[in-house]
């Protein structure tokens, strides 16, 4: 159940509709420099592969664990997800729900990003607004979702690889599975 949970969400936010990547498309970074480089040291021992908590693997009901959008607009990656952080019903800037790693060519992990993720029933009972963080609301992804999950909501950061379509946008062009 943990695993299905943590795969489901985490795919769930990475097939995000157009207009949720659309929403994240802001490549405004200034003033969250020195936030962003805070994010860069939290995850700074993860940048070749995950441990210790994000260890649970995302994987999508179809099977897929690197996400790139069927449409062209670019990849996400792989997946690892902190199941105890995703089911806590908070945010934390600090503590990403999910790591996003890069597959290389030999089969190395290099870590491009983190997921914000949290469920919308949980979120909505305590809060009247969306999340944000960095300036940035979260996207909320609905249930029915190719990840069978409910409602949640979702914010990437590419703190480690640049993405030329912003900072916060869902897909980075510069980002492949394979």
Same mark, same amino acid.
């Given at each position: 159940? &943990? *695993?299905?949970? *943590?795969?489901?969400?985490?795919?769930?936010?990475? +097939?995000?509709?157009?207009? $949720?990547?659309?929403? %994240?498309?802001?490549t405004?970074?200034?003033? %969250?420099? *020195?936030?962003?480089?805070?994010?860069?040291?939290?995850?700074?021992?993860?940048?070749?592969?995950?441990?210790?908590?994000?260890?649970?693997? =995302?994987?999508?009901?179809?099977? $897929?664990?690197?996400?790139?959008d069927?449409?062209? &607009?670019?990849?996400?990656? /792989? %997946?690892? +997800?902190?199941?105890?952080?995703?089911?806590?019903?908070?945010? !934390?800037?600090?503590?990403?729900?999910?790591? /996003?790693?890069?597959?290389?060519?030999d089969?190395?992990?290099?870590?491009?990003?983190?997921?914000?993720? =949290?469920?919308?029933?949980?979120?909505? *009972?305590?809060?009247?607004?969306p999340? /944000?963080?960095?300036?940035? &609301?979260?996207?909320?992804?609905?249930?029915?979702? &190719?990840?069978?999950?409910? !409602?949640?909501?979702?914010?990437? +950061?590419? %703190?480690?690889?640049?993405?030329?379509?912003?900072?916060?946008? !869902?897909?980075?062009?510069?980002?492949?599975?394979?």
């Open positions: 159940m &943990r *695993a299905v949970l *943590a795969g489901g969400l985490a795919t769930l936010c990475l +097939v995000a509709v157009p207009s $949720i990547a659309a929403a %994240h498309g802001s405004q970074t200034h003033g %969250h420099t *020195a936030k962003l480089a805070e994010l860069r040291g939290v995850t700074a021992s993860y940048t070749s592969g995950p441990g210790e908590p994000w260890t649970t693997r =995302v994987v999508d009901l179809a099977g $897929i664990s690197c996400i790139e069927p449409d062209g &607009r670019g990849g996400m990656g /792989i %997946h690892f +997800v902190d199941v105890g952080n995703l089911t806590d019903g908070e945010v !934390d800037r600090l503590a990403p729900e999910a790591l /996003i790693y890069e597959p290389g060519p089969g190395s992990l290099g870590l491009v990003a983190v997921e914000y993720l =949290v469920f919308a029933e949980a979120w909505d *009972a305590a809060h009247a607004r999340p /944000i963080l960095y300036g940035q &609301r979260f996207a909320r992804v609905s249930a029915g979702n &190719r990840y069978g999950l409910p !409602d949640f909501y979702e914010l990437h +950061v590419w %703190h480690e690889k640049a993405n030329r379509n912003g900072t916060f946008n !869902d897909w980075n062009p510069g980002v492949h599975c394979n």
